[in-house]
Protein backbone atom coordinates (compact mmCIF):
# COMPACT_ATOMS: atom_id res chain seq x y z
CA UNK A 1 0.00 0.00 0.00
CA UNK A 2 1.69 3.77 -0.62
CA UNK A 3 1.45 5.92 1.86
CA UNK A 4 2.75 9.30 2.26
CA UNK A 5 3.20 11.32 5.47
CA UNK A 6 4.28 15.14 5.64
CA UNK A 7 5.91 16.54 8.90
CA UNK A 8 7.70 19.98 9.72
CA UNK A 9 4.95 22.45 9.04
CA UNK A 10 4.19 25.38 11.94
CA UNK A 11 4.34 29.15 12.36
CA UNK A 12 7.61 30.79 11.01
CA UNK A 13 7.79 34.79 10.56
CA UNK A 14 8.80 36.14 7.22
CA UNK A 15 12.05 35.42 6.10
CA UNK A 16 12.37 32.70 8.31
CA UNK A 17 13.06 28.78 7.01
CA UNK A 18 11.29 25.20 7.29
CA UNK A 19 12.15 21.67 5.96
CA UNK A 20 9.30 19.66 5.02
CA UNK A 21 9.42 15.84 5.37
CA UNK A 22 7.25 13.69 3.39
CA UNK A 23 8.53 9.65 4.87
CA UNK A 24 7.28 7.23 1.75
CA UNK A 25 6.34 3.68 1.83
CA UNK A 26 4.96 1.30 -0.23
CA UNK A 27 6.76 2.31 -3.55
CA UNK A 28 10.63 3.34 -4.19
CA UNK A 29 12.07 6.87 -5.75
CA UNK A 30 12.45 5.01 -8.95
CA UNK A 31 9.11 3.50 -9.27
CA UNK A 32 7.36 7.15 -8.70
CA UNK A 33 8.38 11.06 -9.01
CA UNK A 34 7.37 13.45 -5.88
CA UNK A 35 5.67 16.68 -5.97
CA UNK A 36 5.30 19.04 -3.13
CA UNK A 37 1.94 21.09 -3.78
CA UNK A 38 0.22 23.73 -1.57
CA UNK A 39 -3.32 24.90 -0.90
CA UNK A 40 -3.77 28.55 0.41
CA UNK A 41 -7.47 28.86 1.77
CA UNK A 42 -9.52 29.65 -1.09
CA UNK A 43 -6.96 28.62 -3.85
CA UNK A 44 -6.89 25.74 -6.35
CA UNK A 45 -3.61 23.31 -5.47
CA UNK A 46 -0.57 24.53 -6.52
CA UNK A 47 2.51 22.48 -7.85
CA UNK A 48 5.75 23.66 -5.89
CA UNK A 49 8.25 21.20 -6.98
CA UNK A 50 8.47 17.97 -8.29
CA UNK A 51 11.58 15.31 -8.83
CA UNK A 52 11.92 11.86 -10.67
CA UNK A 53 14.97 9.46 -9.72
CA UNK A 54 14.47 7.50 -12.39
CA UNK A 55 14.91 10.54 -14.44
CA UNK A 56 17.23 12.57 -12.82
CA UNK A 57 15.29 16.13 -13.08
CA UNK A 58 13.64 18.10 -10.63
CA UNK A 59 11.34 20.81 -11.50
CA UNK A 60 10.19 24.24 -9.49
CA UNK A 61 7.21 26.66 -9.82
CA UNK A 62 8.77 29.91 -10.41
CA UNK A 63 7.40 31.06 -7.19
CA UNK A 64 9.58 28.44 -5.38
CA UNK A 65 12.51 28.94 -7.64
CA UNK A 66 16.05 29.88 -5.33
CA UNK A 67 14.36 29.69 -2.40
CA UNK A 68 12.78 25.98 -1.84
CA UNK A 69 15.01 22.68 -2.43
CA UNK A 70 13.92 19.64 -3.27
CA UNK A 71 16.09 16.75 -1.73
CA UNK A 72 15.63 12.72 -1.15
CA UNK A 73 17.26 10.33 1.22
CA UNK A 74 16.54 7.01 -0.23
CA UNK A 75 17.85 5.15 2.82
CA UNK A 76 15.11 7.14 5.09
CA UNK A 77 12.35 6.55 2.26
CA UNK A 78 12.24 10.39 2.72
CA UNK A 79 11.52 13.46 0.13
CA UNK A 80 12.51 16.76 1.85
CA UNK A 81 11.64 20.46 1.05
CA UNK A 82 13.71 22.67 2.34
CA UNK A 83 12.19 26.15 2.46
CA UNK A 84 13.87 29.45 2.87
CA UNK A 85 13.24 33.18 3.00
CA UNK A 86 9.17 32.75 3.70
CA UNK A 87 6.97 34.82 2.89
CA UNK A 88 3.79 35.61 4.26
CA UNK A 89 2.03 34.53 0.57
CA UNK A 90 3.53 30.95 1.32
CA UNK A 91 0.98 30.26 3.75
CA UNK A 92 -0.56 26.92 2.87
CA UNK A 93 -1.09 23.68 3.09
CA UNK A 94 1.81 21.79 1.89
CA UNK A 95 1.10 17.97 0.19
CA UNK A 96 3.55 15.57 -0.95
CA UNK A 97 2.45 13.55 -3.41
CA UNK A 98 3.20 10.59 -5.81
CA UNK A 99 3.25 10.13 -9.14
CA UNK A 100 4.58 8.05 -12.45
CA UNK A 101 5.92 11.62 -14.23
CA UNK A 102 7.46 14.36 -12.67
CA UNK A 103 4.66 17.05 -13.16
CA UNK A 104 3.48 20.44 -11.41
CA UNK A 105 -0.46 19.77 -12.46
CA UNK A 106 -1.87 17.60 -9.35
CA UNK A 107 -3.93 16.21 -11.74
CA UNK A 108 -1.03 13.94 -12.51
CA UNK A 109 -0.92 12.69 -9.46
CA UNK A 110 -2.16 9.09 -7.94
CA UNK A 111 -1.18 9.75 -4.29
CA UNK A 112 -1.34 11.81 -1.58
CA UNK A 113 -0.33 12.45 1.95
CA UNK A 114 -2.78 14.08 4.41
CA UNK A 115 -0.90 17.97 4.44
CA UNK A 116 0.91 19.59 6.39
CA UNK A 117 -0.21 22.95 8.00
CA UNK A 118 2.96 26.04 7.32
CA UNK A 119 1.88 29.40 8.21
CA UNK A 120 3.88 32.43 7.73
CA UNK A 121 3.47 35.59 9.67
CA UNK A 122 4.63 39.14 8.45
Known amino acids: EVQLVESGGGLVQAGGSLRLSCLASGFTFDEYAIGWFRQAPGKGREGVSCSSSSDGITYYANSAKGRFTFSSDNAKNTVYLQMNNLKPEDTAVYYC???????????????WGQGTQVTVSS
Open 97 to 111: AASRVCDLFASAYDY
